[in-house]
């Protein structure tokens, strides 16, 4: 079974305005992590969050953090077409050496 | 380029037959990992090997069987394919093994069972 699950399964958006995608999990974890996948090509690493941090910033990338709640967010600020492309969740529970990814968000972003 | 190649980048074939799908991880990455990606099922974590050794094992059916060899590549084999085996299969690969750290994709394979 999924570990994470994104919230929404798919959002539309213009140019220049934010998007924002959670992903909540069941289980305690070692660290959170986001990927982005274009239309049928590999995923790629976006950033990495440990459990004792609760928010991060990478570029126009911002990730927040709340183990109480299980719960991490993913913030794209001033979007742009080619962000277009599906972001997943992943989780590390630490103990048993599985990365465990959500079924993701379809971002949409139009020019 | 994420430095992960898969091959073949393309396959059809037909029920009950055999395929074998390689991977080649990063230059120093010791840790391969398989994973399934379906429409319906979402990415499925298969199994990972860590230094030629099988670390940890997802949803593999017995039907499928992996290996890594001495200079690290991986094979992945499925066997008696089904229609519901139709799917792009990644290989990704990391320095650290389990989830301590990023992983690095390849392109893919996509398999259609026909």
């Known amino acids: 079974s999924q570990q994470g699950e994104e919230d929404p399964q798919a959002l539309s958006i213009q140019e220049g305005e934010n998007a924002t995608m959670n992903c909540s999990y069941k289980t305690s974890i070692n660290n959170l992590q986001w990927y982005r996948q274009n239309s049928g090509r590999g995923l790629v690493h976006l950033i990495l969050i440990r459990s004792n941090e609760r928010e991060k910033h990478s570029g126009r990338l911002r990730v927040t953090l709340d183990t109480s709640k299980k719960s991490s967010s993913l913030l794209i600020t001033a979007s742009r077409a080619a962000d277009t492309a599906s972001y997943f969740c992943a989780t590390d529970p630490g103990s048993n050496y599985k990365l465990t990814f959500g079924k993701g968000t379809l971002l949409t972003v139009n020019p | 380029d994420s430095g992960v190649t898969q091959t073949p980048k393309h396959l059809i074939t037909a029920t009950g037959q055999r395929v074998t799908l390689r991977c080649s991880p990063r230059?120093?990455?010791?840790?391969v990992y398989w994973y399934q990606q379906s429409l319906d099922q979402g990415l499925q974590f298969l199994i990972q090997?860590?230094?030629?050794?099988?670390?940890a094992k997802g949803n593999i059916l017995e039907r499928f069987s992996a290996q890594q060899f001495p200079d690290l590549h991986s094979e992945l084999n499925l066997s008696s394919l089904e229609l519901g085996d139709s799917a792009l299969y990644f290989c990704?690969?990391?320095?650290?093994?389990?989830?301590?750290?990023?992983?690095?994709f390849g392109p893919g394979t996509r398999l259609t069972v026909l």
């Open positions: 990704a690969s990391s320095v650290v093994g389990g989830g301590r750290g990023e992983q690095f």
């Open positions: 230059s120093g990455d010791l840790s």
């Open positions: 090997y860590y230094n030629g050794e099988e670390r």
